[in-house]
Nanobody, 124 residues
Framework: QDQLAESGGGSVQVGGSLKLSCTSS?????????MAWFRQAPGKGREGVAS???????TYANSVKGRFTISKDSAENTLYLHMNNMKVDDTAMYYC?????????????????WGQGTQVTVSS
């Protein structure tokens, strides 16, 4: 069974940085797979943050463009999210996800495998 495990969450002040990691058991060498990061703030729906396809092409939500960077290390089966210049609105539970033959790159319904999440809190 496909498994995803996030790490790296924590507390940071406005303007600070964090790096999230997600290890996956099966996806690194599957050409059909797109990996992504989502987040869910209290009382809000889950939203797509960034995605990366097998060929390395990336997509970002407008709210994080220029501040967040998604990357992957296929040899280590690890997905990353580098978050810089963080804002209070970035506070959320962050999830990594994997999907096959994804068309809408930041849509939750396109992804079938999910991690348990890691909490990120940004304070002013």
């Amino acid at each position: 069974q496909d498994q995803l495990a996030e790490s790296g969450g924590g507390s940071v002040q406005v303007g600070g940085s964090l790096k999230l990691s997600c290890t996956s058991s099966n996806y690194a060498h599957d050409r059909s797979v797109t990996m992504a990061w989502f987040r869910q703030a209290p009382g809000k729906g889950r939203e797509g943050v960034a995605s990366i396809a097998y060929d390395g092409s990336t997509t970002y939500a407008n709210s994080v463009k220029g501040r967040f960077t998604i990357s992957k290390d296929s040899a280590e089966n690890t997905l990353y999210l580098h978050m810089n210049n963080m804002k209070v609105d970035d506070t959320a539970m962050y999830y990594c996800a994997a999907g096959r033959w994804v068309a809408d790159l930041l849509a939750t319904l396109e992804y079938s495998a999910w991690g348990q999440g890691t909490q990120v809190t940004v304070s002013s």
